[in-house]
């Protein structure tokens, strides 16, 4: 298990990560939401030793991850950067990944580069910006690591290299069982793919669920404003966020509602992409 | 750890995570000691080719010439020690992206940086050891001079395994006699002090903010030249010549000196190297641990400015 305690991280006076607490279980697909911002990618650089935390622990399996060689081993983190020569071919850099890492799966490396249009000749910097990113992802996926952490995997793939992605996790996570962190704006895109959530905002963790919970997690509340303004008064439920449209009110409510609802009331429960919208918004919708 | 059906991860010791690390580094040094290798020796072949086959004397001066101005890279000639800390510099902010993003700790980069320096370090010392040898010992087919300075550690007039001794006044490093472990050992530590500030002038500038990077680049420029200017000052070099000999160790006697029939007072002056050696390696030291500071320090900007270098 991948466990950061207290984990806090300043970037030029400005906090980008503070005190997280978050726990990765093994052989679970996790999503890592939020906004622009939120701390996603400085809370990979640390777990993937990029960078170094200014305060807390992130432990695998009991032992520390911060410059542990060993652990990160068991760890390949897939970001915007691009660690390898530039100019070597594709085929080079799987036998360099191979040559660091170990086994290396080339069957489906080759696979995913003839789904992408890639050659294994092709060299990374003569790449388009999406084949790039398909790139990277499979060198995430072929990596015979236990925990794959990708950062924006879809950044810059059309919908249907998106889908091919998508695909490919899926079938990788079925080859071998592994954690897959998955740090998106995507998250629509993701939802079906996903099987725990961990949503982040201004370097804290605000949610951590299960996508079969979801259900439990928010409702879109819709009356008209008189009706709707009794009902809060009564209840008093967690609104996340309050729109007006003419006389028609729209409230988004935190957990699920209480007993039946009152007539002219109509509730609908949130998918992902709405419920870390509303709770990522502040009430500023 | 999660089963695996297909491959696994490496089985990852200390020990192979350096092995890894140590074969990553050494590979741009090495073509880096071969082009080095090529740039020094493509006069000598290119001499032959324009001379025809009958040429066998073939001279050449490699490096630099002689020059006072800069202590201790005196030992080897300016070009060497210049690239050697060009080197270090380079290498310590070219290779730490691809080792640290690929499960390599932080120590063990900056170990294996400093094996790899001492790897290119040894081999172009021994090149350039091996090529005085041959050229003192058949002249007729190679005369390969290095700087001034490099020639007189060849030319035995330190004292480095036994007691101090005089050699014959004006024959001097003319005489032939030559001490090429004295040569081999300070052109190595020589280029090892040049290579180790490289690096930690690289690990110094990877850890340094915007504003710290463009006061170190403009005290650079400003200084350099202004130091570079004080050779023209016969005071400031009597006294620069004086502290290089305290570092050397250095022993001058009064001795009647025959010359042409003629007794002529003059003053024999000798050195032991260990002076020399002791200082370098404490230098040497110095870097290293400066280095091992910055690298436990240093971190991945999450914004890669040049893909696939820094």
């Given at each position: ?16 990560v ?65 660690p ?27 696979r ?11 060299r ?10 398909a ?67 201004g ?15 928010g ?30 009110s ?17 509730s609908?429960?949130?998918d992902?992409?709405s ?11 | 750890?999660i ?8 089985n ?67 070009g ?128 340094s ?47 009647p ?30 870097f290293?641990?400066?280095?091992l ?16 270098i820094?």
């Amino acid at each position: 298990m991948l466990s950061l305690t207290n984990v806090s991280k300043r970037f030029g006076g400005h906090d980008a990560v503070r005190a997280v607490n978050v726990q990765f279980q093994p052989g679970v697909i996790y999503g890592l939401l939020g906004k622009n911002g939120a701390g996603k990618t400085s809370v990979l650089s640390m777990i993937g030793n990029r960078t170094l935390p200014d305060s807390g622990t992130i432990l695998l399996d009991g032992v520390s991850v911060v410059d542990d060689a060993p652990a990160q081993r068991r760890m390949f983190l897939s970001n915007e950067a691009w660690p390898y020569p530039l100019y070597s071919t594709l085929s080079g850099i799987f036998s360099l990944v191979a040559y660091y890492y170990g086994d290396f799966d080339r069957e489906l490396a080759g696979r995913m580069l003839r789904s992408f249009g890639i050659g294994p000749a092709d060299r990374f910097g003569r790449l388009s910006e999406g084949k790039r990113q398909a790139v990277k992802a499979i060198l995430a996926l072929c990596t015979p690591t236990d925990y794959v952490m990708c950062d924006e995997p879809t950044k810059g793939l059309d919908a249907t290299g998106r889908e091919t992605l998508y695909r490919y996790i899926l079938e990788a996570y079925d080859r071998r069982e592994r954690t897959i962190i998955l740090s998106t704006h995507a998250i629509a895109e993701v939802e079906g793919i996903i099987e725990h959530a961990v949503v982040l905002d201004g370097g804290t963790v605000l949610e951590s669920f299960d996508l079969s919970n979801l259900v439990n997690q928010g409702v879109t509340l819709t009356a008209e404003r008189g009706v709707m303004d009794s009902y809060l008064d009564k209840t008093h439920p967690r609104v996340m966020s309050r729109q007006s449209l003419g006389n028609l009110s729209i409230v988004a409510v935190h957990g699920t509602v209480r007993g039946d609802l009152p007539a002219g009331i109509v509730s609908r429960p949130l998918d992902l992409q709405s419920y870390v919208i509303q709770l990522t918004s502040g009430g500023n919708l | 750890m999660i089963g695996t059906r297909r491959g696994g991860a490496r089985n990852n010791t200390a020990v192979n995570q350096y092995s890894i690390a140590l074969r990553r580094q050494i590979a741009p040094r090495a073509v880096i000691f071969c082009a080095w290798t090529v740039w020094y020796l493509a006069p000598v072949s290119l001499t032959h080719l324009v001379n025809g086959a009958g040429l066998l004397l073939v001279r050449m001066h490699a490096m630099s010439s002689y020059s006072p101005g800069i202590p201790y890279v005196e030992g080897l000639g300016r070009g060497s020690g210049a690239m050697m800390v060009l080197c270090g510099f380079v290498l310590s902010l070219a290779m730490f992206r691809e080792l640290l993003s690929n499960a390599v700790a932080r120590t063990a980069i900056a170990c294996t940086h400093m094996l790899a320096n001492v790897a290119l370090v040894v081999a172009v010392a021994l090149l350039g050891t091996a090529l005085s040898f041959l050229s003192d010992t058949f002249p007729t087919l190679l005369s390969f001079h290095n700087s001034f300075g490099f020639e007189v550690f060849a030319r035995s007039q330190v004292s480095v395994f036994g007691p101090i001794r005089f050699p014959d006044l004006m024959l001097g490093w003319m005489s032939g006699e030559a001490d090429y472990v004295a040569m081999f050992c300070t052109v190595t530590l020589t280029l090892l002090l040049c290579i180790f500030a490289g690096h930690a002038a690289g690990e110094l500038w990877a850890v340094s903010g915007a504003i710290a990077r463009v006061t170190g680049v403009a005290a650079v420029v400003v200084l350099v030249p202004t130091a570079y200017s004080f050779r023209s000052d016969p005071g400031l070099m009597a006294r620069y010549i004086r502290v290089i000999g305290l570092m050397r160790g250095h022993v001058t006697r009064f001795v009647p000196h025959t010359l042409l029939g003629y007794d002529l007072p003059n003053y024999q002056t000798t050195f032991s190297i260990w002076p020399q050696l002791a200082f370098t390696v404490a230098l040497c030291a110095v870097f290293a641990a400066m280095s091992l500071f910055f690298t436990r320090r240093r971190q991945l900007a999450g914004v890669q400015r040049v893909m696939g270098i820094l």
